[in-house]
């Protein structure tokens, strides 16, 4: 038997109360894609944290192609030939891609020697693994899939024999995403052992070897990904059986609750980002619009939260909505019982920094059942809160900690909870399972179909095609600001939204 | 006004912004490795005190430049002791380092030489005497080049002439030297710093040892060359015009030399100009004294255009969770 690239022998970390790692052993083999998978908080990167000595374990051994390693610090884990992509880049965004790749692995005290090098490396290693980057463009002048390849690059220059990728795709359009497995295949061709990090079972199907599973802290099982299941990964990490596909009746539609007419939207840069849409959500339907990132739904669904002015008409309950001026902000929208779950949970979602019970109230807090007299009822308000925690499940049900404390999930559930408790006419719905768990996925789109058979309205907005397709009663794909299409989910499939998603028009709706 | 008042005007613009120069640097390697630092004032200060105190007694102006430079860089590593290892908030040190500095100097100086607060005049060899250039006397007679080589360029002390030396030199480190890089990298993004394997802790400890030299230097200069003694609160706030110079430089080396020699021409022309007469108005002296306090302030509300700081400035480096 070959000797195992990594083996880590009963690792054991805690934060505080917090045991994020219980006594786990792993062992992945050289030239191979080991898939970790479990859900947001299973440990999952505390885990790789600790293999990349960003942090340190409180037990433990970690054992490198045979040998014993210390990693006190990521310097030893770069000497011991690993890489890490974070979730978060962690990229200088005013420096070039060269200067970030040279960051810390310089040959000498002077820069120009090291840059002149190190562009040489570059283009041999984008020869050889296709890795194209322009090396003198600034961070921040490339997209996320760019800066993606940047940190690869960042690993491969360091001489990484083994690479870490903790939720690599999360931030990625899914032809990026192929694209990135492309990438780690050719890496896996090359020899290189590759750890990907990922709550997205599709992924670990399509791509791994072998996968872990982790729940609480704790490796539940490892197993040889082509022997598995998505359904028996998703019950290892759930601990119990999941639903992939949400049991909904069919919709009911009614009459129309939102109509949108020639609606225009031109951003801060004067830039029209939304070019004349016309689209309609009748009572009781779930209508789902499709796109790639920055095709127009975010400023779609920013106009109508409130967020942002536009021109054209939109009618809700057949009275017309200002959208723009007074009258056409978030307060406003909310009176006419518009509720709105944000796509960026973190900064227009909640305060990170403030309880749970305090995120609660937000948009919602001249509500009379929150006031007395002048002051504002925070007991009232508390007591609501923990009721919604507990209705929704959120995790811990703990009213005063802070919104930043909890996990994706159920920071997501404390936003849902808020809206959907309003009973509103139209619920906006915005990417509501960006970086949740597979279990909060579940219990948040159980929610927004409940919602839709008590005969509300529902806009969802999803770069997740898997979503769209599971939740929605009707589809509407947008491309350049413009809607292609709208199809009926039974009656298209992946390919063909694929192509109006890319700007390639079907034959008329 | 005629060409030898211009060159001398520009001459004390050399003068008086060589410590805000000396200053604004300082705050440059610290702040674009991260750490604010607005207890420039406080450790110029000090350093003021302990160089003219240091050379009054021992009659040398070198010890006395290191006793300035030793004692700034004491306060530097108390502020780099709270604001990096311990994690604290950055200005509250700064504050309480201008605090301690400003009354810590005065007590001592009284317990020490009881003059009020002062230290003794220094001369001969307690002071910083300038330098003239090779054949200055000879050239002064020679039209327009003639003025500028003998009084603007020649006859400085050494400190004014290693404070402009200090400009290229740290534009140099900043972005020629593997140092500069991961310097600027610690201030934007100390989370790339760590996962690329260098010390964060190291880097801002290097910056903060790096400005507390400079403002010692600054300092003695104030005490030891500009003027001859130490007395209470000499600095006169110009730790805090530094830091304005800083901002609208926007920390970069050149053009901070810029703004400091702007600060520097303002306070130069209201020592020389004491009551300006516009046709009948006339523009009092106190005035024209407040005009660098009153561009700091400008500069400071944003009048200049958006000055965007070092990323990760301010913000203590903990791994997050």
């Known amino acids: 038997m070959t000797v195992p690239a990594i083996e880590l022998k009963g690792i054991s970390k805690s934060f505080g109360p917090v045991q994020a790692n219980k006594n786990i052993s792993i062992s992945v083999a050289p030239g191979t894609i080991h898939g970790i998978i479990g859900e947001n908080g299973a440990g999952k990167s505390t885990l790789m944290s600790i293999l990349y000595g960003f942090y340190k374990a409180d037990a433990g051994e970690i054992w490198i192609n045979g040998e014993k390693t210390e990693i006190p610090d990521s310097q030893a884990a770069i000497a011991a030939g690993i890489g890490m992509v974070f979730q978060h880049f962690k990229l ?51 997209g996320v899939g760019m800066q993606q390849r940047v940190e690869i690059l960042k690993a491969l220059y360091r001489k990484a024999e083994i690479l870490i990728l903790d939720e690599p795709t999360g931030v990625l359009t899914p032809a990026e995403a192929d694209q990135l497995f492309r990438i780690l295949h050719r890496l896996k061709e090359e020899g290189k052992t590759i750890i990907l990090i990922t709550h997205k079972l599709r992924e670990i199907m399509e791509a791994t070897d072998t996968v872990s599973v982790m729940r609480r802290g704790e490796m539940t099982a490892t197993v040889k990904t082509s022997e598995t299941s998505p359904e028996q990964l998703a019950e290892l990490m759930v601990g119990r059986k999941v639903l992939l596909r949400v049991d909904k009746a069919p919709a009911k539609p009614g009459k129309p609750i939102l109509e949108i007419e020639n609606l225009r939207v031109t951003d801060e840069a004067g830039v029209e980002r939304v070019k004349g849409i016309d689209l309609t959500v009748r009572a009781g339907e779930i209508v789902g ?77 001249r ?89 509300k309205a529902i806009l969802l907005v999803s770069v997740e095609l898997e979503e769209i397709f599971s939740l929605s009663d009707r589809i509407a794909v947008m491309f350049d600001g413009h809607i292609m299409g709208e199809r009926l989910p039974h009656e298209t499939d992946e390919r063909e939204l694929g192509l109006l998603m890319a700007g390639v028009a079907g034959e008329a709706a | 006004m005629d060409f030898l008042t211009l060159i001398q005007i520009f001459d004390s613009t050399i003068r008086l912004a060589t410590p805000l120069l000396l200053a604004c640097l300082a705050g440059l390697y610290s702040e674009r490795a991260g750490i604010f630092d607005i207890g420039l004032e406080g450790k110029m200060l000090m350093s003021a005190f302990f160089s003219a105190a240091v050379a009054a007694v021992t009659g040398s102006v070198w010890l006395g430049l290191l006793a300035g430079i030793a004692s700034s860089l004491l306060l530097a590593g108390l502020h780099g002791l709270a604001s990096i290892t311990f994690r604290g908030n950055q200005l509250i040190s700064g504050v309480a380092i201008n605090f301690l500095a400003a009354g810590m100097t005065v007590l001592i100086a009284q317990d020490w030489f009881q003059q009020g607060g002062r230290t003794p005049s220094l001369f001969g060899g307690a002071r910083f005497e300038p330098i003239d250039w090779p054949f200055a006397e000879a050239l002064s007679g020679v039209p327009v080049v003639g003025p500028i080589y003998s009084e603007l360029l020649s006859g400085h002390s050494v400190l004014v002439y290693i404070a402009f030396l200090a400009v290229p030199a740290t534009w140099w480190v900043l972005y020629r030297t593997r140092f500069g890089l991961r310097l600027r990298a610690v201030g934007e993004n100390p989370a790339a710093v760590d996962t690329a394997g260098v010390s964060v802790v190291g880097l801002r400890y290097a910056a903060v040892a790096i400005c507390g030299v400079l403002c010692g230097i600054a300092g003695a200069y104030l005490a030891t060359a500009l003027q001859a003694g130490f007395v209470k609160d000499m600095t006169a706030g110009r730790g805090f015009i530094a830091l304005a110079a800083l901002i609208f430089a926007k920390w970069r080396p050149w053009h901070a030399m810029w703004a400091c020699l702007l600060f520097g021409l303002l ?30 302030v400008v500069i400071l509300a944003g009048f200049v255009g958006k000055a965007i700081p070092p990323k990760a400035g301010g913000e203590p480096y903990v791994k997050e969770r």
């Open chain 1, 92 to 142: 200088v965004e005013n420096f070039t891609v060269l200067e970030n790749i040279v960051l810390g692995a310089e040959d000498g005290g002077l820069l120009a020697p090291s840059l002149a090098k190190a562009r040489k490396e570059l283009e041999d290693l984008e020869e050889e693994y296709e890795l194209f980057v322009d090396p003198d463009k600034r961070i921040d002048e490339i």
């Open chain 2, 267 to 296: 306070q130069a022309v209201a020592l020389r100009f004491q009551n300006i007469d516009l046709g009948g108005v006339v523009i009092p002296v106190q005035a024209m004294d407040a005009l660098p306090y009153i561009l700091t």
């Open chain 1, 289 to 365: 619009i499709a796109g790639v990132a920055g095709n127009g739904q975010s400023e779609l669904l920013e106009v109508l939260g409130g967020m942002r002015p536009a021109t054209g008409s939109i009618r809700l309950n057949g009275e017309s909505l200002p959208l723009s001026g007074p009258g056409a902000d978030g307060q406003a929208r909310r009176a006419r019982h518009i509720a709105h779950v944000p796509e960026d949970r973190q900064r227009e979602g909640l305060i990170m920094e403030f309880h749970a019970w305090e995120n609660v109230a937000f948009g919602y807090h």
């Open chain 1, 367 to 455: 509500d009379p059942a929150y006031q007395r007299g002048i002051f504002m009822d925070n007991a009232a308000l508390r007591a609501d809160t923990e009721r919604k925690i507990e209705k929704f499940d959120v995790r811990p049900a703990d009213a005063w900690l802070a919104a930043k404390n909890f996990s994706g999930g159920n920071q997501q559930k404390i936003v849902v909870a808020r809206e959907i408790e309003r009973n509103p006419d139209l619920l906006l719905v915005g990417q509501p399972t960006r970086g949740v768990d597979i279990g909060a996925i579940e219990f948040i789109h159980k929610q927004i179909v409940a919602l839709r058979d008590q005969g």
